[in-house]
């Protein structure tokens, strides 16, 4: 298997990737030489990989495969908490803008549902994953249609205050500091939390996104955090390890009864 080592603080070399290492180049100016980061270009997907611990192996974005593909086939469809918490029902699709998108997964997940999902994400190594792994699952054969139709990235540097048409919903899962009693988490918060570190002000998202949604912002937490930006929800569906606080603003209803 050949791979390409590329440190963050350089050019990458595979043109085809030439608009995220433009990018890249600007938003890590300053970044330090000994930055215990690399991505790697290895048979043409794009990993992030954290050089002092390289028993966790790259992180990259697949929509394709694995995890995202058994939980689009077997994850429970609608009756998911997160379908019920942007208020999918009765064959309604929201459109849905995601302000933290990381990985892309939840997104993913509202798009293999039906739902129209713009997604914003400010940190430029992880806007390059994910841009990476939406630009090869649309040149897969059974999900490239509709991943092309239906999940959209913002180019790097924009945010909400970006979007120009209102969504139904906007969804937001900002990264918060793991419990120091807690186990190890699995290897892309561990990676993700060494490079990104928690959003400080995640508590700034919610008015934003309060301005930006047409019927409910949904904020996915931890079980044991408090409320974003200490804003009581309107309403609650909680899981085994999170929850959904949803902000709801009016019903969702489809377009042509508005």
Not at 37 to 43: N, P, Q, R
Not at 65 to 72: D, L, N, V, W
Request: glycine share 8%.
């Amino acid at each position: 298997m050949s791979e390409q080592l590329i440190p963050l603080q350089i050019e990458l070399l595979d043109a085809r990737l030439q608009h995220e290492a433009e990018q890249l180049q600007v938003a890590m100016q300053g970044v330090s030489a000994e930055a215990p980061f690399a991505l790697v270009l290895v048979e043409g997907r794009l990993e992030l990989r954290k050089l002092d611990e390289p028993r966790l192996g790259g992180v990259y974005v697949d929509l394709a495969e694995g995890a995202a593909s058994h939980r689009r086939k077997f994850g429970g469809g609608r009756g998911q908490s997160i379908a019920k918490a942007v208020g999918l029902k009765h064959g309604h699709n929201p459109s849905v803008v995601d302000g933290t998108a990381g990985l892309g997964r939840d997104a993913f997940v509202l798009a293999s549902l039906g739902c129209t999902v713009t997604l914003c994400e400010r940190h430029p190594v992880v806007h390059a994953l994910l841009a990476d792994g939406l630009r090869r699952a649309v040149q897969d054969a059974e999900i490239g249609d509709w991943v092309g139709e239906r999940l959209r990235l913002l180019p790097f540097g924009q945010t909400l205050a970006d979007v120009t048409e209102q969504p139904d919903v906007v969804y937001l899962d900002p990264m918060f500091p793991h419990k120091k009693k807690a186990a190890l988490v699995k290897k892309e918060m561990r990676v993700f939390h060494s490079l990104v570190g928690p959003d400080l002000d995640a508590d700034a998202l919610l008015p934003q996104a309060l301005q930006l949604a047409r019927a409910r912002v949904v904020v996915k937490r931890p079980g044991y955090a408090g409320f974003l930006n200490d804003v009581s929800p309107s309403a609650q569906i909680e899981t085994k390890n999170n929850r959904f606080d949803l902000y709801i603003k009016q019903a969702i209803t489809p377009a042509g009864e508005r």
